[in-house]
């Protein structure tokens, strides 16, 4: 067992003994069997805060938030800390979160640019808060989540923006090949508390959970030192967020089910799919009239179009115009990926080529986790010969002389004339990437075995050797 997870144990066993229980649990022991959940009811969700402090419940979120790292918040706490601090002071914030006295502290306001201009404003919960939001967001998503609709694809376990594109092809596959995309402007910093508590009491009787909510949503944020008010808006970066835009958006989804149309929504993004262009800005003048007066929520009208999906992008994703449409990535999502791509292989950077693929394979494993479902796997294959000519290249940089470099081809079997000529030639690294000296100096077999990834199938070069590359030599 880790030292962490040992730290772990006798905490929660400290927090359990704090409320009384045996923590005969926390040691292996076993525990008393929990009767099955009924459905939910006035009496149930008066003991939802009980439910947030049991020790099951709170060591799920403790693992989360020490899963997810992230920043310290205001008070400066970085998540190796918490469980000290919470071993010091728990017995006091259980107190406080049972009699409904809990008061959360500002977020901490930050900026990250959006991929298409402007930025994206995040509020930076501190530890402490994101551990209570945490285990409060599981026992509330336990018990709305199967209330939700079925087209809602974002922040919902077993649910995911692949499915959620997956289910925008099946649309199109049946005909409903015109898209009402609905794009809500800064709807996270928008969201009306009043009409979110309305909703959250509709499904809470709990008055200690819903001031604890309500305290969230007002606890402030700190922008260059000051503290403000947030008089409207959740946040982005804390765990209770997503669920509450969910709840606040169901309305959305309940009235496009009433009209009976075929729609997919993750989060803030909306598409909904119809036969006519005709019927599309029908849909979008209603529905854009429901968000304003419902929801008191605003249309970003230079984003929303009614339009053909292949002409849209969805998640990162788009569509072929085919009779059977394919999956294919949207264009700004590949010049997102090769502009990073740049980066971490810039020939200038002054590290080694192990490190350089090292930081690449990060990068690599992650996007080709989410976009890696396409259906356009030529695209996959040219990036991944793309990527290698641009290893090459960072690798003909760092041989910087031709004595070296025709050293360094000679060493790896390249004939003396072909060496000769390669290591002479005026030509610069990225046009030198693709001849054949370095094709076979540098075969697709050398990088794999330095741990480059491969996104598409991988695909023999016919300067590559067929042989397994022999011992791998790291180039500084």
């Known amino acids: 067992m880790s030292d962490t997870r040992q730290k772990n144990q006798r905490l929660l066993a400290f927090m359990a003994e704090s409320r009384g229980e045996s923590p005969m649990a926390v040691r292996g022991g076993t525990e008393p069997p929990v009767a099955k959940r009924e459905p939910e009811s006035l009496a149930s969700t008066e003991q939802l805060m009980e439910e947030v402090c049991q020790r099951k419940n709170l060591e799920m979120a403790l693992k989360r938030v020490q899963a997810n790292k992230g920043s310290p918040g205001v008070d400066g706490m970085t998540v190796q800390k918490l469980p000290g601090y919470l071993r010091k002071h728990w017995p006091t914030i259980r107190e406080q979160l049972m009699s409904g006295t809990y008061q959360p502290q500002p977020v901490k306001r930050v900026e990250i640019p959006k991929p298409d201009g402007g930025v994206r404003k995040l509020g930076i919960p501190t530890v402490l808060d994101r551990f209570i939001q945490q285990a409060v967001m599981q026992v509330l998503q336990g018990r709305w989540d199967r209330t939700f609709s079925e087209h809602s694809y974002g922040f919902r376990p077993g649910r995911s923006a692949q499915k959620a594109v997956a289910q925008a092809q099946q649309y199109l596959a049946e005909g409903y090949r015109w898209v009402v995309d609905i794009d809500l402007e800064k709807f996270f910093d928008r969201v009306n508390h009043d009409i979110l508590m309305g909703r959250t009491a509709k499904r809470v009787s709990d008055k200690r959970m819903l001031k604890l909510v309500r305290a969230f949503l007002n606890a402030g944020v700190m922008e260059n030192g000051l503290v403000g008010p947030t008089d409207e808006g959740t946040p982005q970066g804390g765990p209770l967020s997503p669920l509450l835009s969910n709840l606040m958006l169901d309305d959305l989804d309940r009235e496009l089910q009433r009209r009976g149309l075929r729609f997919v ?181 050398y990088f794999q075995s330095l741990g480059l990834p491969t996104l598409g199938c991988p695909a023999d070069d016919v300067t590559s050797r067929t042989a397994v590359y022999g011992p791998v030599r790291t180039v500084v």
């Not at 008191?296 to 929303?304: A, P, Q």
């Not at 930081?359 to 010969?385: I, K």
């Not at 072909?418 to 077999?445: D, E, K, V």
């Open 265 to 445: 929504r993750y989060a803030d993004d909306c598409n909904i799919y119809v036969r006519s262009v005709r019927a599309g800005r029908r849909v979008m003048a209603s529905i854009a009239r429901f968000i304003t007066t419902k929801l008191k929520l605003k249309v970003n009208e230079s984003k929303s179009a009614v339009a053909r999906p292949w002409e849209r992008k969805f998640l990162g994703m788009t569509f072929t115009w085919n009779r059977e449409p394919k999956r294919r990535i949207a264009p700004k999502a590949l010049a997102r990926f090769k502009e990073r791509i740049r980066e971490l292989t810039r020939r200038t950077r002054g590290i080694s080529l192990t490190q350089m693929i090292e930081q690449l394979s990060r990068y690599l494993n992650g996007w080709r986790a989410y976009f890696g479902f396409c259906q356009t796997p030529s695209v996959l294959v040219e990036m991944d010969s793309w990527i290698r000519r641009r290893l090459r290249s960072v690798v003909w940089k760092q041989w910087k002389r031709g004595k070296r470099r025709y050293a360094e081809l000679r060493l790896r079997d390249v004939g003396k004339d072909l060496a000769a000529r390669t290591a002479g030639s005026p030509h610069g690294p990225w046009r030198l990437a693709r001849s054949p000296a370095l094709s076979f100096a540098l075969p697709n077999a």
